[in-house]
């Protein structure tokens, strides 16, 4: 089993619409969970760090449930400019060290006008 | 600003040949990282650097050697370059802060292809 795994899509959505990736992880003692883009041939950008009460950035919101080990983001409102993968991240270290981060294969969305 | 800096952005190389791929940061950060993302395999860690002075392995170290020159500089050499080492090369830094919930800052990359 992969440690981080990801649905590759490709997400296939019309602008204006929601829509969710979710994302799973083995380690159950891992620490810090984010969500970074990566635009084609680009390289991957932080997105946001993911708390355990969840949090919002604008039209993105980010949820963590350590008792089934996913972590979600859900973006409203979609843009053409939202098209991109979205890669999961997870710390697996006990010791809350930043040393070693996993990441996920990633999620492709595009956003169709 | 500018970040993480990678050169060059794009080497061709033969079966065989060496050679480093340099990776500078002005952000201050102590840990700098090297990653292979090759398609459907995400980013994997080649070797780590989590302060100057120290380098570790990571994920796929096989074939890869690495330097921490300075705070700012972290190279990684391929000493005979194989096809199977054709990928895009990506450079990080971060800060080293206990908690671990600290992101990474990546370089644009750099583009190898052996052939």
């Known amino acids: 089993r992969k440690e981080v795994e990801q649905d590759p899509g490709p997400f296939n959505v019309p602008e204006g619409a929601t829509v969710a990736f979710n994302c799973t992880y083995s380690?159950?003692?891992?620490?810090?969970f984010f969500w970074y883009r990566q635009d084609c041939r680009k390289e991957p950008k932080l997105l946001m760090s993911v708390y355990s009460s969840g949090n919002e950035d604008g039209r993105f919101t980010a949820q963590l449930n350590r008792a089934s080990q996913y972590i979600s983001l859900l973006i409203r409102d979609s843009k053409l400019s939202d098209s991109a993968t979205y890669l999961c991240v997870v710390n697996p270290s006990s010791s809350g060290s930043a040393r070693q981060l996993t990441f996920g294969s990633g999620t492709q969305l595009t956003v169709l006008p | 600003n500018a970040g993480v800096t990678q050169t060059p952005k794009f080497q061709v190389l033969k079966t065989g040949q060496s050679m480093t791929l340099q990776c500078a940061q002005d952000m201050n950060h102590n840990s700098m990282y090297w990653y292979r993302q090759d398609p459907g395999m995400g980013l994997r860690l080649i070797y780590y650097s989590a302060s100057e002075g120290t380098t570790d392995k990571g994920e796929v170290p096989n074939g890869y050697n690495v330097s921490r020159l300075n705070k700012r500089e972290f190279s990684l050499r391929l000493e005979s370059a194989a096809p199977s080492q054709t990928s895009v090369y990506f450079c990080?830094?971060?800060?080293?802060?206990?908690?671990?919930?600290?992101?990474?800052?990546f370089g644009d990359g750099t583009r190898l292809s052996i052939l």
């Open positions: 990080a830094s971060s800060e080293a802060k206990r908690g671990g919930n600290q992101p990474q800052h």
């Open positions: 380690n159950s003692a891992s620490q810090s």
